[in-house]
């Protein structure tokens, strides 16, 4: 990931060591390619024409190797701006359906959560350190904690399939009213990143973008989370 001139390049850096690797090639065709048309000319006028050509076939390389990783990163500042917590109302609750974890969610003050495991409901609580599951018919939370698809990228598909939206959701569920909203995109990699990567056979984790407690857009840990949204919509 390299930021140039306010622009993030979701790269892995594979089309940067060809560029490298590449350099002194170039700079060895430029000189074959154009060694007719400058014998006799002088040193600085030679070298002149040997380097422009360089470059220029140097800068023909970057764009078919970086220009759909321009165009994602260009994206991406849209789409990174639209992630994030939005709380439209808080509630009383002491228990949500929607995970397992009552250890983590516990040291937030709920009693108790609820999901479905293997096809069956349970409710799911702590007793002397010890985690019980009872079987219930019909869950007794109000609030639910939900994986919706609410971030689009209906606009400029071929840059779009490089972002997968992430979107969780705390709502009621009788009404189906949502409560909250936290969001962030999963970034793609560019097309000569992803030849490297299979052609290599290793794993190259996806970039993450949402934003951080203070509204800023990031790609770190500091992103807002589940955990940071359930705490601040479910009040004790």
Not at 60 to 77: C, E, N, S
Not at 84 to 99: I, N, Q
Not at 126 to 145: M, Q, T
Request: glycine content about 10%.
């Amino acid at each position: 990931m390299i930021t140039i001139f306010g622009t993030t390049y979701f790269t892995i850096g594979a089309g940067l060591v060809v560029l490298v690797l590449a350099a002194p090639f170039l700079f060895w065709f430029s000189v074959w390619l154009l060694r007719p048309n400058i014998e006799g000319k002088p040193r600085r006028v030679r070298w002149l024409t040997v380097g422009g050509t360089t470059l220029g076939l140097l800068l023909l390389l970057a764009v078919g190797l970086f220009w759909d990783v321009y165009l994602i990163g260009q994206r991406a500042k849209e789409l990174c701006a639209q992630t994030g917590l939005v709380v439209y109302r808080t509630a009383p609750a002491k228990s949500f359906a929607g995970s397992t974890d009552i250890r983590f969610w516990s040291q937030y003050g709920f009693d108790y959560v609820e999901d479905i495991v293997a096809g069956k409901r349970y409710r799911i609580a702590l007793e002397d350190n010890k985690e019980i599951r009872v079987p219930v018919v019909e869950f007794d939370s109000r609030y639910e904690l939900d994986q919706s698809s609410g971030l689009t990228t209906s606009t400029n598909a071929f840059i779009n399939r490089h972002f997968s939206p992430q979107v969780h959701t705390v709502r009621e569920r009788g009404s189906r009213e949502i409560l909250s909203r936290v969001s962030e995109y999963t970034i793609g990699h560019g097309w000569f990143d992803r030849l490297i990567v299979k052609t290599a056979g290793f794993v190259a984790h996806p970039t993450i973008c949402g934003k951080d407690g203070a509204g800023r857009v990031v790609t770190s840990s500091t992103r807002v989370g589940i955990a940071e949204m359930i705490e601040k919509t479910l009040v004790h």
